[in-house]
């Protein structure tokens, strides 16, 4: 006869740490009763979109506001202020008037004192593609939350809240005869041409009236389909990204974009630059563009009714890039940056110049004084004025950098 006895032992329980985003549903009227507050510069915590005005660099920390940086000298910028914006994703700049998204809404400040910003208009629902009830007003955000469980499952999204859209989602500063336009990077879901801001979503161009600066009017929303990225404007033209191509617009009527094409390519996160040739489109895979491929693509836009691809060359994991004369600067990721001459299309990757493996890279802007470099672990510049060697100029280190 046996005799099964239980086993003692002790319990052991361990407790996990983690960060990770908890969704919250909020009224827009609430909201919009709150005042838009000024604060003193703060550090960077979870960068975003990039924009240059002048001497002033901007910095959207995603879903909070906007940075601004006095970077008349690129080797020592000076945080000056911190626009308090809820929901902010992006951002773009007409003459001494800041347009910024604010969930469903637009607001415009002038920032001709960067040390007296005033809030001028706020032009409501325009982006109702955010509303979760659109009856009751109600929208659906994600909080950055610390949790402490016993239970290694995470649930929600982790990582920095945001980041996602800033690694998705202006392009060389352009100008009317009348208005001066900022300059931003290839990752923008907003950009100004011609009198008019232009802004993207997931489906659709949405088109504002910016003649009158301080007042922008909501003229019309296109769609586009599903899987809308980004927008680059190149002379009369607007060039969007998607997942699953590049469309071209004929805006030499600003308040009608017309469809000239869709350059089709196989599913794959699209940001795109341009030149009076080609159009330099990188794909990459990822979590939101599972069935992608990582690579630099290289389109002929001689005729923009007839986009063709020139050539394809293997990358490693590209997200956003810059045009400067016949020099390409390729944010690789977490992998680094790379440099190219490309005056010879079909010979790109005999043309490599450097590979910073250190500078972990998701867009670029090249301005004049210097190249712009944003990644999750800051914003670096480099002076490119010898294009093949980056020189180090300066770093805004985030609190808490990424580990990968």
Not at 56 to 69: M, S, V
Not at 199 to 216: G, H, N, T
Request: proline fraction near 6%.
């Amino acid at each position: 006869m046996f005799l099964t006895l239980p086993s003692c032992q002790d319990e052991v329980k361990s407790s996990y740490t983690y960060r990770t985003m908890i969704p919250v549903f909020l009224e827009m009227s609430t909201l919009r009763e709150a005042d838009i507050i000024i604060e003193p510069g703060r550090q960077l915590d979870n960068p975003g979109k990039i924009y240059l005005y002048g001497d002033y660099l901007f910095i959207n920390e995603p879903q909070k506001g906007i940075h601004i940086l006095d970077n008349s000298n690129p080797a020592s910028p000076i945080n000056l202020n911190f626009i308090n914006i809820p929901g902010n994703v992006d951002l773009a700049i007409n003459s001494n008037i800041l347009y910024a998204d604010s969930y469903v809404d637009l607001l415009a400040f002038d920032i001709s004192n960067v040390n007296d910003i005033k809030m001028v208009k706020r032009v409501e629902n325009v982006f109702e593609h955010m509303f979760t009830d659109m009856a009751r007003n109600t929208i659906m955000t994600f909080k950055d939350t610390v949790i402490t469980s016993e239970s290694e499952i995470m649930w929600g999204w982790t990582g920095r809240p945001g980041m996602w859209m800033a690694l998705e989602s202006a392009a060389p500063g352009r100008s009317s005869d009348s208005q001066s336009y900022g300059q931003g990077g290839s990752m923008a879901r907003f950009t100004l041409m011609s009198g008019h801001l232009y802004a993207v979503d997931e489906y659709s161009l949405r088109v504002f009236d910016v003649w009158q600066e301080d007042d922008p009017k909501h003229l019309k929303n296109i769609n586009l389909g599903w899987g809308i990225e980004t927008i680059f404007p190149f002379q009369d033209k607007l060039f969007i990204g998607s997942n699953t191509g590049m469309h071209i617009y004929d805006a030499s009527v600003p308040s009608e974009p017309k469809v000239m094409s869709v350059y089709e390519h196989i599913t794959a996160c699209d940001p795109v630059v341009v030149n009076e040739e080609h159009a330099f489109v990188t794909l990459r895979s990822g979590m939101f563009c599972r069935l992608g491929v990582d690579e630099l693509q290289v389109v002929d836009i001689k005729n923009p009714y007839a986009p063709k691809l020139v050539k394809a060359y293997p990358m490693l994991n590209p997200h956003g890039l810059a045009l400067a004369g016949d020099f390409l600067y390729l944010a690789e990721g977490k992998h680094g940056l790379k440099s190219f001459n490309v005056a010879d299309v079909f010979n790109i990757d005999k043309n490599q110049l450097e590979f910073l493996k250190s500078m972990k890279s998701v867009d670029i802007i090249p301005g004049p004084k210097s190249l712009i470099v944003i990644g999750p672990d800051g914003v670096c510049q480099f002076d490119y004025s010898t294009p093949s060697v980056l020189q180090p100029l300066s770093c805004i280190q985030v609190k808490n950098p990424v580990v990968v």
